[in-house]
């Protein structure tokens, strides 16, 4: 199985251009393949003058097709599609090679994705309302034209009089007096909003809240003052980077792994290798992330809902934004771009949607100093990060893939971007009245950074060295010592194998910690220990909601920091439609089978989380603030994978 995984990876992949036949099978669809998807829908006689196109992207193969499949080789080459029509929901299976539509049903009961089509048209919906347009003009507002209303997640709250509507719930901002309108919040009005009837189900008026005018802006025109610039710090490398990218598969120092694209999850890591002696050893079939759960803290009309399910509701894929060059990434970064289908179902290419560089200076492989002989032995490390940037409304989400030369993968989110604030009478702290500030922080005259949470939760569908592999914790126990030792404690190391998903759903404990790690347990090291790799978190939260918050049922996943399942396809944390869903989908629904983990393909689901209490820091933009985990080997190799590094010139 090995050996054909290599054979494939070292396969030369086009990145969203070529035929299908010269793809390997988890590249992204290439332009061509999204216009036949569509052809195809249209010539089955689907699509229409209503029809929206929710998200496009690759149907995965089956899994051990891919990894049976060789270099020149058919593969099967198919589209996932989910389409709104009119009211109505369908989902899609298209074979883009055959040409052929494959399945073609109605889902039921769900709201599929908000559309930007549906963003657009909830200003005209507001606008053409007589109850907000009187609820605007008591604020002082005459012209609605340079009012900015943003459609946020409507939630489900148990609500029978919203049930078969789909909802958003909306609130504005004052755009006409600052280009950050997310500092000018019209508060104390919420709109709830039915996009197919297109008009206003319910509107909410709890008073007039004065609307901050404290300067909001963060262009260079806006800042009065501007630091002085720093000397330049140039990288360079005379003789081309170390890495080579072919289409969408990649290849630096020992690693080699492909990409892609999807509207939903962002960027796609597949089929994840790293050469050891000579022979190419699988490491993750696929690594992604799977949902992002905000959840706010503050119970007003205008705010309760706020629990926002951002790959699920809006498309974290659709959000990627395009990268500088010298800011977003250095300059000198190898940049991807690719194709999309618009919601007409007409494909556009995105530039720079992710970026491809190496860092060095200053890392440290390994290093030591003998006192005895008085030298030095060090090793400088490298790095190759892999990056792309969702803008999810007023957050941008950075998230990095950094592969290191010791087999360890790291996976970081840097959340930046500015924060969502409330309106409020108060000018500050000094003189607050009421319930200003109870549920956040004073970040400017007149406005609060209200207390949140961010989770993110990633897919890892592990194959250590094949995809027959087990789950294990180590758990770490004190001990209490008698006898002749002078001791009086230590803690040892308490290895189980979980049998089934109940035994894997799990928490960070600190009174008893313990080491998450997955075997393989047909294939020993020289030690003759399983080989394995570890899942090292190093920012974790607790969702501290109640079991029957509505938020909370909807995000079940974030239960726990950690779920092991067996392998299935296409599945996601939260299920396939968290917008407006009434919870219990996803990791929950799937786990009451409670499976067996053991010499199987397994797939982590590990969430990494901060509460954010804002602070005055934060406002207007906030400094990027990074929370990351790690995929390390532990037992995968029989001696240190850095030992072979070159000594420095």
Aim: proline share 6%.
């Amino acid at each position: 199985m090995i050996v054909l995984v290599a054979a494939f990876l070292a396969s030369i992949a086009t990145f969203a251009q070529a035929a299908p036949t010269t793809l390997q099978p988890l590249a992204p669809l290439s332009q061509q393949e999204l216009l036949t998807a569509v052809a195809v829908l249209k010539g089955a006689g689907h699509v229409d003058g209503n029809t929206r196109f929710v998200f496009l992207a690759l149907r995965e193969p089956d899994k051990s097709a891919v990894l049976d499949w060789r270099p020149g080789q058919p593969i099967s080459r198919e589209a996932f599609v989910i389409i709104k029509q009119g009211s109505r929901t369908f989902e899609a299976t298209v074979d883009v090679a055959g040409r052929k539509l494959e399945t073609w049903r109605e889902v039921k009961g769900v709201q599929p994705a908000l559309l930007i089509d549906e963003i657009d048209r909830l200003n005209g919906i507001l606008r053409s309302d007589a109850g907000w347009q009187a609820s605007m003009r008591k604020r002082g507002f005459q012209q609605f034209d340079k009012i900015e209303c943003m459609p946020f997640s409507a939630g489900y709250f148990g609500n029978s009089a919203e049930q078969d509507h789909r909802l958003v719930r909306a609130e504005c901002y004052d755009a006409a007096s600052a280009n950050n309108f997310w500092g000018r919040p019209i508060e104390g009005l919420v709109a709830t909003v039915d996009l197919n009837e297109k008009r206003v189900l319910k509107l909410v008026d709890s008073g007039v809240v004065p609307v901050p005018k404290e300067p909001a802006d963060y262009d260079p025109k806006s800042v009065a003052t501007s630091r002085r610039p720093l000397n330049p710090v140039v990288v360079e490398e005379p003789q081309g980077p170390d890495f080579v990218v072919i289409g969408s598969h990649v290849d630096w120092d020992k690693w080699h792994f492909g990409i892609r694209m999807d509207p939903r999850l962002g960027l796609v890591v597949s089929t994840v290798m790293f050469d050891d002696a000579g022979r190419r050893r699988s490491i993750m079939y696929e690594g992604h992330l799977s949902e992002i759960f905000v959840p706010y803290m503050d119970p007003a009309p205008g705010w309760y809902f706020r629990s926002y399910m951002d790959a699920g509701e809006y498309g974290a894929g659709k959000l990627a934004s395009s990268l500088l060059p010298g800011s977003d990434c250095p300059a000198n970064s190898h940049f991807f771009n690719d194709w999309i289908v618009d919601e007409r179902g007409i494909p556009r290419q995105r530039n720079k949607i992710a970026c491809l560089f190496e860092r060095g200076d200053g890392q440290i492989a390994w290093r030591h100093w003998e006192l005895i002989t008085n030298q030095t032995q060090s090793r400088a490390a490298r790095e190759l990060v892999l990056r792309w940037i969702a803008t999810v409304g007023n957050y941008d989400y950075i998230f990095d893939w950094t592969f290191q030369q010791d087999g360890t993968i790291r996976i970081a989110v840097g959340s930046t971007g500015i924060d969502e604030v409330k309106g409020v009478a108060s000018k500050n702290a000094l003189n607050r009245r009421g319930t200003d500030g109870d549920y956040g922080t004073f970040i400017a005259d007149h406005l609060i950074g209200v207390n949140h949470d961010h989770f993110f939760c990633f897919k890892l569908d592990l194959d250590v060295d094949g995809v027959r592999n087990s789950f294990e914790t180590i758990r770490l126990k004190k001990v209490r010592l008698g006898g002749e030792s002078a001791r009086k404690s230590l803690w040892i190391a308490q290895p189980k194998i979980a049998e089934v998903e109940s035994q894997a759903k799990l928490n960070e404990d600190m009174r008893e910690p313990a080491l998450w790690r997955v075997i393989n347990p047909n294939v020993t090291n020289a030690m003759g220990d399983p080989i394995g790799y570890e899942l090292i978190p190093e920012h974790n939260i607790s969702d501290l909601l109640d079991a029957d918050d509505y938020p909370r049922m909807r995000a079940g996943f974030a239960d726990y920091q950690l779920w092991v399942t067996p392998y299935t396809r296409q599945q996601a944390a939260a299920g396939v439609y968290p917008n407006q869903s009434r919870g219990g989908d996803g990791l929950p629904a799937w786990t009451r089978q409670n499976r067996s983990l053991e010499n199987t393909d397994l797939v982590l689901w590990y969430t990494v989380g901060f509460h954010h209490t804002p602070v005055a820091e934060d406002w207007p933009v906030l400094p990027t603030m990074w929370h990351e985990f790690y995929l390390r080997p532990r037992g995968f190799f029989s001696k240190s994978p850095v030992l072979d590094l070159p000594a420095p010139k």
